[in-house]
């Protein structure tokens, strides 16, 4: 191989890295972004949503937003929604206003595929600042909020069982 091979070699393989880079970073960035929330059901008629402490971005408040739509109106039978926020980062302000705007939007699904909303806070002054929202602006739902996940667990339970209950008679 002549210099000037090894250099055209050379400069053809750096093209041929940079292309390989620039088609593997169009693949989706959903591959690589941390999740701001988990949807999982631990039982029957139970979603729960665990958010993260990832510092919360549009993109993640987007799909975050579509998968909860997704879950609610995909549900078979009313289920009862425990949104564990233990470990979650703090959300802006455009943030909060997008999830009132959708619990807004979506009421009336809300209201046909919802038993009750349970919020998973464990400090009292983020509990006193959900009441204090929730005073002004209540959820189409029943909602209830605990400081643990267990005792959310608990309140799902006796929610079902309550609205089973109701739907029998």
């Known amino acids: 191989m002549t210099f000037t091979e090894l250099i055209i070699f050379a400069n053809s393989s750096l093209w041929q890295v940079r292309i390989e880079m620039i088609e593997f970073s169009s693949i989706s960035l959903d591959f690589f972004m941390l999740k701001f929330a988990e949807f999982y059901n631990p039982f029957d008629q139970v979603l729960v949503t665990k958010f993260s402490s990832v510092a919360v971005t549009d993109d993640h408040m987007d ?75 209540r959820p189409p739902v029943k909602y209830k909020v605990c400081n643990r996940y267990h005792e959310a667990l608990n309140i799902a339970t006796e929610q079902i069982e309550v609205f089973n209950q109701a739907e029998i008679l």
């Open 63 to 137: 799909q975050y937003l579509i998968e909860l739509f997704e879950n609610i109106n995909n549900a078979e039978k009313p289920f009862v929604l425990i949104s564990d926020v233990s470990e979650s980062s703090s959300l802006s302000s455009s943030h909060r206003v997008r999830i009132a705007n959708f619990i807004k939007e979506n009421s009336e699904l809300l209201k046909s595929k919802v038993i009750c909303l349970i919020y998973v806070m464990p400090t009292p002054l983020l509990q006193f600042i959900l009441n204090a929202i929730f005073v002004v602006n």
